[in-house]
């Protein structure tokens, strides 16, 4: 009798965290549509790196700023409710984008502010995800939103690419816009604990001090932070690729369809790896988090080296591959590591990190890509994922812990308590 209760539980948590996916997936696939109709039409219009790097940095560089905000709303209030408000503030600006498409400056600053108004989202829905799933099946949780997530970026692109050549970039911006709205009401309708019950401990703090909670608890926990200056030496390489594939895609004699391909070839990859991260166990993600990026730097080698454009394309499927597969590991890790009341902020207060050390590798593209081309920007790439992969090592101490990790977060608000204990508020 005892189990029907648990099987139904069971059975609403996976409820839970499919509708979730599908609402990454959904709006996943309009941005990363959106995301090839920007960059190709600002860089078709001015013909210019600055302005793509602009691009980049608007969107994605902002993010390492603004993050740590984020991460402070999804813990002080209703997460649920915040990604609900996230995913309409961002119709709303890729909406304006369609209007603007032949001013590159206006639909830069319509892009910033997209990218802003979705982060809430991001930190929000990743700290959600252990109380919809349970501890239990984190790793499958996160396996399943991550395959929503790249299967948004494998689709998106092709989409994207085939619809900015046939009918313009207006199009795609408002159908993207209109993907955020459908997600919005999927996540209406997941009727589950987003959080746990907060205390007025775990409320007390505000401004400054709240996000200090969440950078101190990261400071503090050496496997957190070690993850964190790993994928920021990584992304440090890496982030210059994102600016190279446009004209990676012109080396190779090809276009805004060539363009598609490469994101596309990455993220059919990324949702491979995805499939794969959930038959990982707590003693295996830290193994997997350093053979991953090792596949990383191995993969951004290759691509740089290869010969003809579908061998590129082959080795941009792995790295995608390895890509997704590191990060279902690392998120899981990270999530099993935070207490609840102080999740949202810590994760975004790492991804801030990553961010920043990306918004310094944009700054870095342009004039590398001028000077040795497109193809050498994935080789440097290789040489940091192999520094990365090297700083990770010590990580894999973790799998000696046995349960540690479990006995870590079963009891989160305590510790959430210690940790803010441990802040000056004042």
Known sequence: MATRPRSRSRSRSRSAVRRLATARLISITGGAA????????????????????????????????VGPFAGAIGDRFDRRR???????????????????TDRPALLLGFAFFAAIVELPFESSSAA???NLAGEQDLAKANSLVAIGRYSGIAV????????????????????????FVVSAVIVWTIHAHFSRERSKDDLHDHGLAALRAGISFLRREPVLWRITLAWSVLVLGLGMSMIADIPLAEEFGLGGNGYGYIIGAWGAGSVVGSILGRFMTVRTEPVVIVLSTLGIAITSAAIGLSPVFWVALVALFLNGTNDAIGLVAEQSLRQRRTPDALRARVLAASESIWQLAMLVSFLLAGSIIRVFGARAVYVLGGVFG?????????????????????ERSSDPVPQAEQALNDVPIT
């Open 34 to 65: 959106a995301f090839v109709a920007l960059n190709f039409t600002v860089y078709t219009q001015t013909g210019s790196f600055a302005w793509l790097t602009a691009a980049l940095v608007l969107t994605f560089g902002t993010q390492g700023i």
């Open 386 to 406: 192999l520094l990365a992969a090297l700083v990770l090592l010590p990580v894999l101490h973790v799998r000696r812990e046995g349960g540690g990790s479990e």
């Open 128 to 130: 959600a995800i252990p």
């Open 82 to 100: 915040v990604m609900i408000v996230s995913d309409l503030l961002g119709a709303v600006f890729f909406l304006g984008m369609s209007a603007v």
């Open 156 to 179: 998106g692109p092709l989409i994207g690419g085939v619809l900015v050549d046939q009918v313009g970039p207006t199009w795609v911006f408002l159908i993207n816009g209109i993907s």
